[in-house]
């Protein structure tokens, strides 16, 4: 029976971590297996048959809902990306209440006032993430994910970026992931690949593999090795830390409409009724974030 839930508990830190603006380490908190998360991790070395009993259910459920709920991102992104882009907007900052206290708890921890180096620590994060976004083809595919030495160690790079985010409570992998310009491409070739494993395209599955297995290195790597770091920069920098994420998650609302390319589908014959349905599905993802952090703090209190 334990088995089973942590198999659960995997599948719903799955679809957490697939959502931009949501954390996955902030669902493994509310379950309240995150300290078992962290110890079986830093731990496995030393404990390895407690922490492969925790980390193996637990991983399979994760990958179970990263693969599942792929579909249904990929959907909504084609189908509906005004809606789907203002729910991830709406996910997002929904999110920056929690952050901002977390913000001013760092603060007072090490008894320090807001000051220039964390206005410009913020100021760098926006500029950067805009800038970047910009510098990115809106609505990109799996058609620019192409195998060459130059994209294995993008992949790489892109799994130690999105593994360090996703396991921090408050930060969503997904999303640096979309500001990045290659989280709906990720989503396809992931959607690509159960596809070919159906129907035993063993040369589809190959291809995708060539792809998907130095990105799964990444995802290691960053686990295990740059969550190490993050780790130090909480602990000795938290104010400064925090005026990053700050930054980045701000300017992440339109990274997330200009890389979904979410206005092509307005037309101005519905434009006042689609409105309104964006902002009220915007209004409601804003809440589920901001429980969550509520929850979030009631659990860990």
Do not use: C
Request: glycine share 8%; hydrophobic share 55%.
């Amino acid at each position: 029976m334990k088995l089973l839930w942590l198999v659960f508990n995997g599948m719903l830190i799955g679809v957490s971590n697939i959502i931009p603006g949501v954390s996955g380490g902030t669902m493994a908190v509310s379950l309240g297996i995150y300290d078992d998360l962290i110890f079986s991790i830093t731990h496995l070395m030393r404990n390895k048959k407690r922490s492969a009993r925790f980390l193996l259910p637990l991983g399979v459920g994760i990958i179970v809902g990263v693969l599942f709920f792929s579909y249904a991102i990929e959907f909504l992104l084609s189908e509906f990306p005004f809606f789907t882009a203002l729910i991830f907007v709406g996910l997002i900052i929904g999110g920056l209440p929690i952050l901002n206290q977390e913000f001013k708890q760092s603060l007072r921890k090490k008894n320090e006032k807001v000051s220039l180096k964390h206005v410009l620590v913020f100021l760098f994060f926006v500029i950067f993430i805009i800038g970047f976004s910009l510098m990115q083809e809106p609505a990109m595919d799996s058609s620019s994910l192409v195998f060459s030495f130059s994209m294995v160690l993008i992949m790489f790079v892109l799994g130690v970026i999105a593994s360090a985010t996703m396991i921090i409570p408050g930060v969503s992998g997904s999303l640096v992931l979309m500001v990045l310009g290659y989280y709906y491409p990720l989503i396809q070739l992931l959607n690509l690949f159960f596809k070919n494993s159906l129907t035993f395209n063993w040369v589809g599955i190959f291809e995708n593999l060539l792809l998907i297995f130095p990105f799964g290195i990444g995802v290691i790597v960053g686990v295990f090795v740059i969550s190490k770091l993050l780790e130090f920069l909480f602990l000795n920098f938290p104010s400064i830390t925090y005026s990053g994420i700050l930054g980045l998650v701000i300017a992440s609302p339109f990274s997330v409409l200009y890389n979904t390319d979410a206005f092509s589908s307005l037309s101005s014959e519905n434009m006042g009724p689609t409105l309104l349905v964006g902002i009220a599905l915007m209004a409601l993802s804003f809440y589920i974030t901001f429980y969550l952090g509520k929850l979030e703090d009631k659990i860990t209190e």
